[in-house]
Each structure stands twice: as structure tokens, then as C-alpha cells.
């Protein structure tokens, strides 16, 4: 038990999916569990608290992955002192990295999204509007608290070091055991990189035009996916489908692409791309025939920063400069 290596996971704002991926290693997993002892694993598969994790030494833990972004006061709690307990901290899947979809609540206020989810959806019963309270005195003895909401999203490098990402919405399982299997044998690169394939989802996709020696053309139309349904044998950008296929990770192996559906950047951007959302525009852009097409594009997706921010809003430029600190 000794020369296993102690490993952890947190859960911080997200869904629960990126621990999904690895569970879904099966097999895999059980191997890679040869040399990892989970000393934590929470809140939402080992019988732990996190209290168990206060009480640990720091530097206790040799490696702990944390999935989710910073949404509430909990969240910058328990990334810290997971931060401070661990030698190597893996930001996993696209909110820990990237912010994920929850970092677009930043293109509204706080009350418009409270107001939403607590009032104007047609299901809520809540006539009087009342909201969640960070702490509440209930029946005059019992001093009741959540968790406070953080005054925007972020990303887990933007509140404590990162050591290594990992991108995905959920990660790819396969992808997910070959990053296990570079950790545990300390096939890593160097601190602060992606652990990726280091391939766009154009060079792993089956549709790439390239494969069948088929030239790319400048795309003369501008399809949204609820218009009609793809030829599932051409590639999706060319057909007029906004595709980020070209400037994302692949390390997917291109599964939306393979039921019909368009790349969307869940993946995050290749190495070196600071601002991802930038790229796509980019990328799209240049891959357009015309004005007129670029006006079709402008119509159709009439709030471009929630298309191509989809996944990254928290470590953008646009997001960094609307709500500089994320402790704020």
C-alpha cells in the first residue's frame, strides 16, 4: 500500500460527468487502481467528508483531479485546500479548465439569473419570489447556511495552481485511460501543459475531405443543425455546419462528429491558442465564401459569444475583462 500513489478527486461546480468518464475506464480502471490508493474522493463516491480532507497533512495526497468550475464560496473553499494537500493538481474536463457552459450565467447579472431560476421558469411555484440565502436563522434556534454564489465563474487555475488540464465534456474514457496510464507512469510533460493527443478533431474525424483526397472549399452557406439533417458522409463545415473541428482537441476520437453533430470546442483549444473563442471566430471566418455568407452566420447565431464561448467564457479575454477578479 506504501508505493501506491495517494489519489483524490473533488467535485467542485459541475456535474458529475468527468467523474462518469472515469469510472467508464471499467477495466481499465481497475488496473490503473494497482497503483492508486483513493484517500478521497467526494461528495459522490467514497464515504468521505471534507472535513477528512482538512484534517490531511499537506502535500499528503501525490495526486488529486478536480472537475467543475468555481461558482460558489464552497467550491473556493475546497479547491484550496485540496490545492494545499496535494503535490499535483489535474484540472479535468472543460468547466474545471475552461469554465464550461455555467460560465456563460456571466453574460447576465445575478439577478437575472436568480430570477430565472427561481421565479419565471413555468414551473416554479414562487409568488412571492424569494430567493436562496447564504445563511438563515430557522425557528429562532437553528442557524442554517449554503453556500454563498461567487460573483462570477472561474476557471480552477484562476483561484489556485494548476498543474496539469485535461479538456472534455465529459473527457473521453479512452482519452481519459491513456492520461491515467502517462500519470501513473510519470510519462508527463512538463508542468502547466495539456495532457492531449496533440490532434485537432478534423485530424481524427472520418469526414476530413483530406481522406478521400478531396480539396476544401470556401463554404457558400450557413446551416443550423434543427434546418435539416447532415449527409453523414461529408464534413459537416463544408456543408455550411459552424464546426470548431479544426481548432479543437480531438481527443474525443471526433464523437459528436460520428452521430451527426457538429463540434462545438468542449474539447479546449490546441496548445499554444490563448483565447479559444477567438480562434473559432477565426477559423470560421476564413473558411467563409463571402460577405453575404458572413451576414447568413450574423443572422442565424445573433449571440456569437455564446456560440463560440460555449465551453471556455471563464478563461477568455471577454470574461476576464468583464469580471477581472473571480474572487471579487
Given at each position: 500500500m506504501a508505493d501506491k500513489i495517494k489519489f483524490a478527486f473533488l467535485l467542485?461546480?459541475?456535474?458529475?460527468?468527468?467523474?462518469?468518464?472515469?469510472?467508464?475506464?471499467?477495466?481499465?480502471?481497475?488496473?490503473?487502481?494497482?497503483?492508486?490508493?483513493?484517500?478521497?474522493?467526494?461528495?459522490?463516491?467514497?464515504?468521505?467528508?471534507?472535513k477528512d480532507l482538512e484534517a490531511m497533512p499537506d502535500g499528503f495526497i501525490d495526486l488529486a483531479f478536480v472537475d467543475g468550475m468555481i461558482r460558489n464560496s464552497e467550491n473556493e473553499h475546497m479547491v484550496k485546500v485540496l490545492r494545499a494537500k496535494s503535490k499535483v493538481l489535474v484540472a479535468f474536463?472543460?468547466?474545471?479548465?475552461l469554465g464550461g457552459i455555467a460560465a456563460l450565467g456571466d453574460l447576465h447579472t445575478k439577478a437575472e439569473l436568480f430570477d430565472q431560476a427561481y421565479k419565471n421558469t413555468f414551473s416554479t411555484d414562487n409568488p412571492e419570489g424569494v430567493w436562496p440565502q447564504p445563511q438563515c436563522l430557522f425557528e429562532g434556534k437553528y442557524d442554517l447556511t449554503l453556500p454563498s454564489f461567487t460573483s462570477r465563474c472561474a476557471t480552477i487555475d484562476q483561484l489556485v495552481d494548476v498543474d496539469y488540464y485535461v479538456g472534455g465534456c465529459p473527457p473521453h474514457h479512452d482519452f481519459?485511460?491513456?492520461?491515467?496510464?502517462?500519470?501513473?507512469s510519470g510519462n508527463l510533460p512538463p508542468k502547466g501543459a495539456w495532457l492531449t493527443s496533440g490532434k485537432?478533431?478534423?485530424?481524427?474525424?472520418?469526414?476530413?475531405?483530406?481522406?478521400?483526397?478531396?480539396?476544401?472549399?470556401?463554404?457558400?452557406?450557413?446551416?443550423?443543425?434543427?434546418e435539416g439533417r447532415p449527409d453523414e458522409t461529408k464534413c459537416l463545415l463544408q456543408q455550411?455546419?459552424?464546426?470548431?473541428?479544426?481548432?479543437?482537441?480531438?481527443?474525443?476520437?471526433?464523437?459528436?462528429l460520428n452521430v451527426n453533430i457538429p463540434c462545438r470546442g468542449c474539447g479546449g483549444p490546441m496548445p499554444g491558442v490563448n483565447d479559444f473563442g477567438a480562434r473559432c471566430v477565426t477559423a470560421i471566418a476564413s473558411s467563409l465564401k463571402d460577405d453575404a455568407?458572413?451576414?447568413?452566420?450574423?443572422?442565424?447565431?445573433?449571440?456569437?459569444?455564446?456560440?463560440?464561448?460555449?465551453?471556455?467564457?471563464?478563461?477568455?479575454t471577454l470574461g476576464k475583462k468583464q469580471r477581472p477578479d473571480p474572487q471579487a
Open positions: 467542485a461546480g459541475g456535474c458529475a460527468g468527468c467523474e462518469m468518464a472515469l469510472v467508464d475506464l471499467s477495466e481499465k480502471l481497475v488496473d490503473a487502481l494497482e497503483h492508486l490508493e483513493v484517500v478521497f474522493w467526494a461528495p459522490t463516491v467514497a464515504d468521505v467528508k471534507y474536463g472543460a468547466c474545471a479548465t481519459v485511460a491513456a492520461a491515467v496510464t502517462a500519470i501513473v485537432a478533431v478534423c485530424d481524427v474525424c472520418k469526414r476530413n475531405p483530406a481522406l478521400s483526397d478531396q480539396q476544401r472549399l470556401p463554404v457558400g452557406d450557413v446551416i443550423r443543425t434543427v455550411g455546419y459552424v464546426c470548431f473541428g479544426p481548432v479543437t482537441q480531438g481527443d474525443c476520437n471526433a464523437s459528436c455568407t458572413a451576414e447568413k452566420l450574423v443572422d442565424k447565431y445573433n449571440n456569437m459569444a455564446k456560440l463560440v464561448y460555449r465551453y471556455s467564457f471563464s478563461a477568455s
